[in-house]
Nanobody, 125 residues
Framework: VQLQASGGGLVQAGGSLRLSCAAS????????MGWFRQAPGKEREFVAS????????YYAESVKGRFTASRDNANNMVYLRMNSLKPEDTAVYYC???????????????????WGQGTLVTVSS
């Protein structure tokens, strides 16, 4: 089982990026997936989750209205579209799968079952 995150990079404040997460080795179309991030010196924090069908999404307050999670189950992909980026969004972003939870806005990193390797997003001011 492998999750491969990509799409990070350097962007100016106000810019946009789209992160991708490719799942392989197992079909995750029946499970909620999500995104977390970890800034230097800080704990990993929840960013967004999306239910198995993509019909329900949940976001941290800090990214509501700016970030959008989506998924393509046919291709085992999950995405995070990030608009109006701020310097405080700078972090390593991780995708994750929860096998035992429903999608929600209060996921804890400890509850996730699989992790991607992370992709660095740097937002310059």
């Amino acid at each position: 089982v492998q999750l491969q995150a990509s799409g990070g990079g350097l962007v100016q404040a106000g810019g946009s990026l789209r992160l991708s997460c490719a799942a392989s080795g197992r079909t995750f179309s029946s499970y909620p997936m999500g995104w977390f991030r970890q800034a230097p010196g800080k704990e990993r924090e929840f960013v967004a989750s999306i239910n198995w069908s993509g019909g329900r999404t949940y976001y941290a307050e800090s990214v509501k209205g700016r970030f959008t999670a989506s998924r393509d189950n046919a291709n085992n992909m999950v995405y995070l579209r990030m608009n109006s980026l701020k310097p405080e969004d700078t972090a390593v972003y991780y995708c994750a799968v929860a096998l035992r939870l429903a999608a929600s806005d209060n996921w804890s990193p400890r509850e996730m079952d699989y992790w991607g390797q992370g992709t660095l997003v740097t937002v310059s001011s």
